[in-house]
């Protein structure tokens, strides 16, 4: 239910994330970040890099990636949502994009709908896949603030 092989369940409250060094890194870093100002993410444990010694559970072959370990965040992504949940992760969503966007952060393809994790249960969306966000001037965020007034639209995906 998680989309590629590179995200594999540790145990009922733990995934780790494959990749490579830079984007593991720079997830981690940033996610780390987010989490530490308030932003609605996964906690991110640690992260691990390649080792022959240890064995893949998936695969029953050698760890050859780099891996984030983080908190399992329950339930789907925006774009398979009912209209009935749509409408408040929406709204939480766009809570969240402002507040990263305050901290001084573009959110790189967070408006896709398949970049945030809403909970139904707790009715509490979850921002995830951060590698490629980043710092940037002023200018910048502005222009990004201009963009996220068009995805006010509660259909805009």
């Not at 540790?10 to 890194?25: F, M, N, P, W």
């Amino acid at each position: 239910t998680y989309g590629k092989w590179s995200i594999l369940e540790v145990d009922r409250h733990t995934l780790a994330k494959a990749g490579d060094e830079y984007s593991i890194k720079a997830e981690y870093q940033m996610g780390r970040f987010l989490y530490e100002n308030d932003i609605s993410v996964p906690e991110f444990y640690a992260y691990a890099y390649p080792n022959v010694s240890l064995e893949s559970p998936e695969f029953g072959q050698p760890l050859r990636l780099w891996y984030i370990l983080m908190e399992k965040i329950p339930g789907p992504v925006i774009a398979n949502l009912d209209i009935y949940n749509l409408i408040p992760a929406r709204e939480q969503f766009m809570e969240e994009v402002k507040k990263v966007i305050n901290i001084g952060i573009i959110p790189i393809e967070a408006n896709y709908g398949l970049n945030s994790i809403f909970d139904k249960e707790k009715q509490k969306l979850t921002l995830i896949d951060f590698e490629c966000w980043e710092e940037r001037s002023k200018h910048e965020l502005l222009s990004w603030c201009k963009r996220i007034e068009k995805m006010q639209n509660p259909f805009y995906i």
